[in-house]
């Protein structure tokens, strides 16, 4: 999920004019750091470093941005946006160049940042920055800025089993011993239960396992074939389209594997890319 399922970054920066106080290097870093919110499925991967761009596999955006005074700027200000113009290259100045097919292929969802207020670099009068930038698919292992994922993790949805019945007088005890929300007590009986609809909320600290009058009257532990997935996702997929899309690059290598054990076997094609 994080390193093999593909994205759209900005790969290639061409710098024509950088007047800023950032150098070339560290501002095409800035950039190519940027999500996208294209589509993978609609770019083509390069086949190779020397592989020429194409409308299929390279989208390209230019960056021209001067900054300028305000004519009628407030006298004494000292606010950036009462007296400059563009004081600030934001992901937003990205402008997308359509080639070929292109215009048709990306029609309902321009080519763009995720976040339009991303700050790349701070400017003043007579600064300027123009550059034209290369996005071409990769995957997280090639470098984090293909990574779909902020953050990308799971665990085995607890199993909590009342093995006695808890005593009244220490219902909110050990209510207080689990995550908020997974221990019910009745109003009326104060009789203690697991909600099953939240149990999924505890985080397992087994701080019940510490208080001795416990000790004998739960059991806890994992569900070992229920995973919960926690996925935080910073560019064009919807955080439920991930493990589906992490599940499907899984599935090719399974297929790609099976190919090269068969063709090891005779059975089939001999030539197998790994």
């Known amino acids: 999920m994080i390193a093999e399922v593909p994205t759209v970054a900005i790969e290639h920066v061409y710098a024509w004019d950088n007047t800023s106080v950032i150098v070339d290097e560290v501002l ?4 190519g750091l940027v999500p996208l919110n294209v589509n993978p499925s609609l770019v083509e991967s390069r086949e190779g470093p020397d592989a020429q761009p194409t409308d299929r596999n390279t989208i390209v955006f230019k960056l021209d941005v001067i900054c300028e005074r305000k004519p009628n700027a ?4 000292t606010n950036p946006d009462e007296l400059y113009i563009n004081h600030e290259l934001l992901s937003s100045h990205l402008t997308w160049e359509a080639a070929g097919e292109q215009a048709e292929v990306f029609a309902g ?3 763009g ?5 991303i700050v790349l670099a701070k400017l003043r009068p007579g600064q300027a920055v123009h550059m034209e930038l290369h996005a071409v698919k990769g995957v997280g292992k090639d470098h984090a800025k293909f990574s779909p994922v902020a953050t990308a993790s799971y665990r085995l949805l607890p199993h909590i089993k009342i093995k006695k019945p808890i005593p009244p007088n220490l219902a909110e005890n050990f209510q207080k011993c689990f995550s908020p929300g997974v221990i019910k007590i009745d109003p009326r009986t104060k009789e203690v239960s697991v909600d099953e609809h939240n149990v999924r909320k505890d985080s397992v600290s ?6 001795p009058e416990f000790a004998d009257s739960v059991e806890l532990s994992r569900v070992r074939d229920f995973f ?3 996925v ?3 560019g064009p997929y919807e955080p439920e389209r991930l493990l589906p899309e992490a599940i499907k690059v899984m599935r090719e290598k399974i297929a790609t594997i ?3 054990a068969q063709a090891l076997r005779g059975e089939g094609d001999a030539d197998v890319n790994l």
Do not use: C, D, M, T
């Open 258 to 260: 099976k190919q090269a």
């Open 228 to 230: 919960l997935f926690n």
């Open 113 to 117: 940042p995720i976040n339009p207020n």
């Open 206 to 211: 087994r701080e019940v396992l510490r208080h």
């Open 232 to 234: 935080e996702s910073e």
């Open 28 to 31: 095409a870093h800035r950039i």
């Open 109 to 111: 969802r321009p080519p």
């Open 74 to 77: 407030p006298k004494g200000s």
